[in-house]
């Protein structure tokens, strides 16, 4: 490559994150991996080390374990998005389609399937092999939860193409769900066996530990830089470079701190709170369950069981945060309303406090699409986790891996037939468009 064509990417930003992760908080301290120090060689360079950068790590040790893996994150691994999330690795559709649910949406939805169920085996291999119990990995199952006539009236519809998809489902009436999640405050639910339910932050963590063979991992460690030379690329870290021949950019909407696929992300934040240890005698019901809201932009609880007492995780709130940044004040005015939420679905929990608060950051596309493919030679883009990160980004980091080694999969073949991403409308429009949009929804999605 001559001088001339020499080509540097630079990161204009890095991840932080705002509020402390009860999920983190609530694991023993674990010995962090080094930072990057000096100068490595590497065959490829992992930049990120959530779950697409895990799992396209995993994946290429799979495929060819001679490689030399690099896996560098910003951060230490467990503390952002990939283990400070919800923790429902989702195998169907989230969403129904407004549509009769015909030819395309049909089979958007198989495509989907294929996607997530890819994400699962991956993880579920995992578990298998670390024995990991179900406090880490729980393949229990979900219920998307109605709290209102519309909620109602969307589960109907969303089993209604459950059936047609063939997948296997239950609707659940008020007592059903009552019983279950010991409050009156579920109108209906429907329950869908394939989601896994997992510790996030354990589980990301335990996905970094297993990592065998030629795979490092640094942690504290933020790719600042990479620049074409004559072996490939060399990645600049604050103590140390690589020299590598290939890249695979998995942090997700850091993407764009790069340059690559610039205007086309939407960052968008959404938030969590998780009570303190309760009593369990204090609520009836099973001490374990997970349920996404019945409504797309409605409220996710879990109930989590611990030796010392149970908690109730409460997610809800989505802002649009294009600097990728989310101030202390966004975090207290998402936890009033997730105080509101909690004390309307448990009134018998009066004085029970929130404990942890917290806020993660998800890029997504206005045509749904990933982020994906080789943005430049040798370059390979895992990103765009379109909210539901913990599958379809494990499988946008499987896709990655698998095209960067040119192994053919059904995975690799949905992915290359992905549209790129679309382009988002110029600021301030996006801007004021995007708030005004989760603000209206939002409204839209009352009480759920
Ligand atoms: C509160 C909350 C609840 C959620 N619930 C769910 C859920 O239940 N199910 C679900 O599927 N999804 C959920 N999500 C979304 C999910 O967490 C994300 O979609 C997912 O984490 C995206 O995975 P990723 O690997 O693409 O990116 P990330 O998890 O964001 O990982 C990217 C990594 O890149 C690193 N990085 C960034 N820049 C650099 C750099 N320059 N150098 C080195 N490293 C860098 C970051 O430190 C980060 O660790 C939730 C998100 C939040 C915040």
């Given amino acids: 490559m001559s001088k001339d064509s020499k080509k540097v990417f630079t990161?204009?930003?890095?991840?932080?994150?705002?509020?402390?992760?009860?999920?983190?908080?609530?694991?023993?301290?674990?010995g962090e991996k080094p930072r990057l120090e000096g100068a490595l060689t590497a065959d490829v360079v992992v930049i990120g080390g959530g779950f697409a950068g895990l799992s396209a790590a995993r994946r290429i040790s799979q495929l060819d374990p001679a490689l030399r893996v690099a896996v560098l994150d910003a951060g230490v691994i467990g503390e952002g998005a990939a283990g400070r999330n919800s923790g429902f690795i989702i195998d169907l559709p989230h969403e129904v389609s407004a549509d009769d649910y015909g030819g395309d949406s049909a089979s958007k939805s198989q495509q989907d399937i294929v996607i997530h169920r890819s994400a699962i085996a991956l993880a579920s291999d995992i578990a298998a092999e670390q024995g990991w119990d179900r406090d880490i990995f729980d393949p229990c199952g979900r219920y998307s939860v109605a709290i209102s006539e519309r909620g109602d009236q969307h589960l109907v519809a969303y089993s209604e193409q459950l059936r047609k998809l063939g997948e296997e489902h239950r609707l659940l009436d008020a007592k059903e769900i009552a019983a279950i999640t010991g409050t009156h405050c579920y109108t209906s639910a429907l329950f869908t066996p394939g989601t896994i339910i997992?510790?996030?932050?354990?589980?990301?963590?335990?996905?970094?530990?297993?990592?065998?063979?030629?795979?490092?991992?640094?942690?504290?460690?933020?790719?600042?830089a990479f620049e074409s030379d004559a072996q490939g690329w060399m990645v600049k870290t604050p103590q140390g470079w690589i020299s590598t021949g290939k890249i695979i950019l998995a942090n997700n909407g850091h993407a764009e701190s790069f340059g690559f696929f610039k205007g086309r992300l939407l960052h968008i934040f959404t938030y969590a709170s998780m009570t303190e240890e309760f009593d369990p005698s204090r609520l009836?019901?099973?001490?374990?369950?997970?349920?996404?809201?019945?409504?797309?932009?409605?409220?996710?609880?879990?109930?989590?069981?611990?030796?010392?007492?149970?908690?109730?995780?409460?997610r809800s709130r989505y802002t649009y945060n294009s600097r990728q940044i989310v101030s202390e004040g966004a975090l207290k005015r998402a936890g009033a309303q997730h105080d509101r939420k909690f004390k309307t679905r448990f009134p018998g929990l009066g004085n029970v406090n929130m404990e942890y608060r917290w806020a993660g950051g998800m890029a997504l596309t206005l045509n749904s699409v990933p982020a994906f493919g080789e943005v430049e030679h040798g370059v390979f883009a895992a990103c765009g986790c379109n909210g539901l990160g913990a599958s379809k980004a494990t499988a946008s980091g499987i896709a990655a891996a698998e095209m960067m080694l040119g192994y053919n999969s059904e995975l690799t073949q949905i992915y290359r037939r992905f549209q790129a991403p679309k382009a988002l409308p110029p600021r301030p429009f996006i801007t004021i468009g995007a708030k005004a949009n989760l603000a209206f929804r939002e409204w839209q999605t009352g009480t759920e």
């Fill in 11 to 30: 990161t204009s930003k890095l991840p932080k994150n705002t509020g402390v992760s009860a999920w983190v908080a609530m694991l023993p301290s674990r």
């Fill in 284 to 314: 009836p019901g099973e001490r374990k369950w997970a349920a996404t809201p019945a409504l797309p932009m409605g409220t996710t609880v879990r109930r989590v069981a611990g030796q010392r007492g149970d908690r109730i995780l409460i």
């Fill in 198 to 224: 997992v510790q996030p932050a354990a589980y990301i963590r335990g996905v970094a530990d297993c990592l065998r063979g030629r795979i490092s991992i640094y942690e504290r460690t933020p790719a600042m």
